[in-house]
């Protein structure tokens, strides 16, 4: 239920403010011309593609959160974060939260991809790769490996 609220709420308020920003006029040349290219490539991924560039930007989103945790200080924490944040964008991993705004404001920019382009070809196959790294590949394997909240993987073997 939670995972559900937040997931329509980030959509919602990231597709307000991609119409917001459309409505400002504050993208203007190269910016438009950079969100609408960006917003077909995305869309034009297979689904496989789409799916596995959102199990590896959530795979290292995850570890970042992780890391993040296990600093003392708001600076170490940041720095913790960055560089995995820093290594999805810079590879062209998918994130979901994230596309939820990019696509929207390229497609208010006049790019030629539909809303059902962007919710089937992207939004769909990323949001699942996204859900699969982090249940599987990081709280699973955590669990697998340290047991879940009061239990010892020891007692479940």
């Known amino acids: 239920k939670n995972w559900v609220v937040s997931y329509l709420g980030n959509l919602i308020g990231a597709v307000g403010l991609a119409a917001l920003v459309a409505t400002s006029g504050a993208l203007a040349a190269p910016s438009v011309a950079t ?46 974060i960055w560089f995995p944040v820093c290594a999805f964008v810079t590879m062209g991993f998918e ?18 991809v539909t809303w059902k382009s962007f919710f089937l070809n992207n939004l ?26 009061g239990r010892r993987l020891s007692d479940l073997v």
Do not use: Q
Not at 47 to 71: K, Y
Not at 95 to 111: C, K, Q, Y
């Open 95 to 112: 994130h979901s939260v994230a596309n939820m705004f990019f696509l929207p404001t390229g497609i208010f920019a006049g790019a030629s």
């Open 35 to 80: 969100a609408k290219a960006m917003t077909v490539a995305k869309t034009s991924l297979s689904f496989m593609e789409a799916f596995t560039r959102g199990i590896l930007c959530n795979w290292l989103v995850c570890m970042g959160v992780w890391l993040s945790t296990a600093a003392k200080d708001i600076g170490s924490k940041a720095i913790a």
């Open 124 to 149: 769909l196959p990323v949001t699942l790769g996204n859900a699969f790294a982090g249940a599987f590949l990081v709280a699973g394997f955590y669990a697998l490996t340290y047991g879940t909240p």
